[in-house]
């Protein structure tokens, strides 16, 4: 397997951590023919994925396609692999998102029912937290704090806000006898 180069792993890291895992914009300074020759071989190699801009979310474009439409770079899984980024459920989100795309270009303002593409870097704290929630008994918080030494407010901020709302993750609450809120992800 090819490795990739300085720049290429700079775009793909910073792609991991970016919503939907878009890889725009690119590194400051590269620009013109050095930028299309770098995306051209990552795209080449399946490390990224040219797909519909989604303008009403202010998607930056790679290029336009015409009728006030164009594309965007979203990092693929092979390109997550290729950095060492282990990613979630990424296949099938980016194929759900292909899919919409193909089928309705002009999408609704409320486009909250899309899932976006996840990567979780493996051996962090979040991921660590992913694997306590996918466990068929769960997690409570008092189990999140002493696996992560978090404070409690930290776990509750991290699984509402991290998990649910950036990485759209379906977690479900509930209250379980001398344990407390349980948290699962199915």
């Known amino acids: 397997m090819t490795t990739p180069s300085d720049t290429q792993s700079l775009i793909l890291s910073r792609a991991a951590n970016r919503p939907g895992n878009l890889a725009l914009p690119l590194p400051e300074g590269l620009v013109g023919a050095a930028a299309k020759m770098v995306v051209?071989?990552?795209?080449a190699r399946g490390?990224?994925?040219?797909?519909?801009?989604?303008?009403?979310?202010?998607?930056?474009?790679?290029?336009?396609?015409?009728?006030?439409?164009?594309?965007?770079?979203i990092a693929t899984e092979a390109g997550l692999e290729a950095v060492g980024?282990?990613?979630?459920?990424?296949?099938?989100?980016?194929?759900?998102?292909?899919?919409?795309?193909?089928?309705?270009?002009?999408?609704?303002?409320?486009?909250?029912?899309?899932?976006?593409?996840?990567?979780?870097?493996?051996?962090?704290?979040?991921?660590?937290?992913?694997?306590?929630?996918?466990?068929?008994?769960?997690?409570?918080?008092?189990?999140?704090?002493?696996?992560t030494s978090w404070q409690a407010h930290t776990a509750r901020g991290a699984i509402s806000g991290a998990l649910k709302k950036k990485l759209g993750l379906p977690i479900t609450a509930e209250k379980v006898e001398g344990r407390g809120t349980v948290y699962r992800l199915p």
């Open 47 to 73: 490390w990224l994925e040219e797909v519909e801009a989604n303008l009403r979310r202010n998607e930056p474009m790679w290029r336009e396609t015409g009728d006030g439409h164009g594309t965007t770079l």
């Open 40 to 43: 051209g071989k990552m795209i």
């Open 85 to 147: 980024i282990e990613p979630l459920a990424a296949s099938a989100v980016t194929s759900a998102r292909k899919a919409k795309a193909k089928a309705a270009p002009a999408e609704s303002p409320d486009d909250t029912a899309t899932a976006k593409p996840v990567a979780i870097r493996a051996g962090t704290k979040q991921a660590q937290i992913i694997a306590m929630l996918q466990r068929p008994e769960g997690a409570s918080i008092a189990e999140i704090v002493a696996a």
